[in-house]
C-alpha cells in the first residue's frame, strides 16, 4: 500500500469504527437542556391504589405522572383526584365507560364491536366535558382502552384513531414492543410499553436502549403496590425514577402532554406532521 493510498483509507476507517449518531443528530431533532432521551410514566384506569399508594410516593420521588381515568371512577374520590392534579400531574382521558372487545366478559356491555365512530367521539367528548366540570382540566392527551383502536365488525370495521387526532394531542397505546421515534411516530398512536410486574433491571435495560436511540419511551401502568400482574411495583419505581433523574443519565421525565408538546413544536418548526392543535 502506498502512502497516498493509506492517507486516503485512515479517516474512511475511523468514520467506520466510530460509534453511529443518535437519530436525533442525524435528522437535528435535539431533546431539552442536553437531554438525549425522554421517559414518560402513565398509569390507566384511576384506580384507588394510584391515590393510596401513589400520590405520596411520587410526591416525595418528586415526579409527576400522567394519570388516564374515567369520570365515574374520579367522582367516587373527588377530593383525592383534585388534589393530585393540584401536585401537577397530568389527568388525561381515558373514556367515559372503558369500552374493549366483548370478547372480555367484563365489557360484553360496552364492547367495541358494537360501537360506531360517532358513538366513541360522543363517548371521548362528553368524558372530557366531565374531567374538566369536576377537576378543571382540559384533557390533552388520551389512552386507547386495553390499546384497542377499532370500533365495528367485520366489513364495518372502523378505526377511530381519526377521532383521536382530532380531539387530543396525543394518544397513547398499551402493550406495544417499541419505544417511539420523536421524529417519525404518530401523535395520535404513541407507542405504550408495560411496566407493571417488571423490577428495576429490566427497565434500566429499555432505558439505556432509548437512551443510545434518542427515542421517547412511556410506560404504561395500572395498580401501584408490591406485588400483582397488573400492578407497577413501589421498590421498582422508588430504584427507576432518581436513575432516570441523575444528571449521568441525562433522560427528560415528563409528563406525556410535555413530551408530545415538545416533539410537536419541533416538527412545526420544520413544517413536518405534527398534531391538531
Known amino acids: 500500500m502506498t502512502r497516498q493510498s493509506a492517507q486516503w483509507l485512515l479517516p474512511t476507517l475511523l468514520f467506520a469504527c466510530a460509534d453511529p449518531l443518535p437519530p436525533q443528530m442525524e435528522t437535528g431533532f435535539r431533546w431539552p437542556d442536553g437531554k438525549l432521551a425522554a421517559v414518560s410514566l402513565s398509569f390507566d384506569d384511576s384506580r384507588d391504589s394510584q391515590l393510596d399508594a401513589g400520590m405520596a410516593l411520587l410526591k416525595r420521588l418528586g415526579v409527576r405522572a400522567t394519570f388516564y381515568v374515567v369520570p365515574e371512577r374520579v367522582e367516587s374520590r373527588l377530593e383525592d383526584w383534585r388534589r393530585l392534579a393540584r401536585d401537577g400531574h397530568e389527568i388525561a382521558n381515558h373514556s367515559l365507560r372503558h369500552p374493549c372487545t366483548g370478547n372480555f366478559p367484563w365489557s360484553r356491555d360496552r364492547a367495541l364491536e358494537e360501537y360506531t365512530i360517532e358513538g366513541m367521539r360522543a363517548e371521548l367528548t362528553e368524558a372530557n366535558r366531565l374531567l374538566n366540570q369536576m377537576l378543571g382540566v ?28 382530532e380531539l387530543f394531542f396525543a394518544g397513547r397505546g398499551w402493550l406495544d414492543e417499541t419505544p417511539n421515534d420523536p421524529v417519525f411516530h404518530d401523535p395520535a398512536q404513541v407507542s405504550g410499553m408495560s411496566m407493571d410486574a417488571k423490577d428495576f433491571p429490566e427497565l434500566r435495560t429499555l432505558v439505556d436502549s432509548v437512551r443510545d436511540s434518542g427515542a421517547w419511551l412511556v410506560l404504561a401502568g395500572h395498580d401501584i403496590g ?34 408530545a408538546r415538545y416533539i410537536a413544536s419541533y416538527r412545526e418548526s420544520i413544517g413536518g406532521a405534527g398534531s391538531r392543535r
Not at 367485520?154 to 377511530?160: A, L, P, V
Request: aromatic share 10%; proline share 6%; glycine share 8%.
Open 226 to 259: 408490591a406485588v400483582g400482574h397488573q400492578t407497577t411495583r413501589v421498590e421498582m419505581l422508588e430504584e427507576l425514577v432518581p436513575f432516570l433523574k441523575t444528571e449521568e443519565t441525562r433522560i427528560w421525565l415528563g409528563t406525556v402532554e410535555q413530551v
Open 138 to 165: 382540559d384533557p390533552a392527551t388520551f389512552a386507547y382502552p386495553c390499546g384497542q383502536t377499532f370500533v365495528g365488525r367485520g366489513r364495518e370495521t372502523r378505526s377511530y384513531v381519526p377521532v383521536v387526532a
